[in-house]
């Protein structure tokens, strides 16, 4: 059976290949707790953020983004010696401005799903991808969406991060055209 090439490199990654990258997410607790991640592998590898997605979890009681919102010096500190995740002080203060201007974003929209999604009309855009090499690391649409959060105060989302979490949460189909996966989550945004 054939899977993307990026996924075979580790357990928790051919895991998450095989059961979430691609389907669409339209959950606000997932969609912010894919932002967080996103966020924090800048600079790192996707394998180093998922074999600390649980350990972020429990730190970040469970992406609840009102919870997050009102983190403070204390928590931040605590979060700044917890192994369990990465433990850099800009992007743990991101996680949560950006969780303060998430809930501007479901005030003004209804939700951030509603948001988010707006930016392929809600509708996910398949790609037909022959190698893994061709898939862009960003797009003329992650640039946009870039601006947008960033204009409404959002840290960590260049248009790198956006295009990721565009990829993570189903915005965009990016198997390979030769992955299993590929027609599976096709056939899931065909309803």
């Known amino acids: 059976m054939n899977k993307c090439k990026w996924a075979l490199h580790s357990p928790n990654e051919e895991h998450y290949h095989d059961h979430e990258w691609g389907v669409p997410v339209h959950d606000d607790r997932l969609l912010f707790e894919f932002l967080v991640l996103e966020g924090a592998q800048a600079g790192l590898s996707w394998s180093t953020v998922l074999n600390k997605r649980e350990g972020y979890r429990k730190a970040f009681d469970n992406f609840d983004v009102e919870v997050v919102a009102r983190y403070d010096e204390n928590k931040i500190n605590q979060l700044l010696v917890n192994p369990e995740i990465i433990r850099n002080k800009l992007k743990i203060t991101a996680a949560i401005t950006n969780a303060q201007a998430f809930i501007n974003v479901q005030e003004e929209f209804g939700s951030f799903d509603d948001y988010i999604w707006r930016f392929v009309d809600g509708k996910p855009i398949q790609n037909s991808w022959q190698h893994h090499h061709e898939l862009p690391a960003s797009t003329n649409l992650s640039d946009l969406m870039s601006r947008d ?42 309803t």
């Open 149 to 190: 959060l960033k204009k409404r105060g959002f840290k960590f989302v260049g248009s790198v991060i956006c295009y990721a979490h565009m990829q993570a949460t189903g915005m965009v189909n990016d198997h390979t055209v030769d992955c299993f996966r590929y027609v599976q989550v096709k056939q899931l945004t065909a």
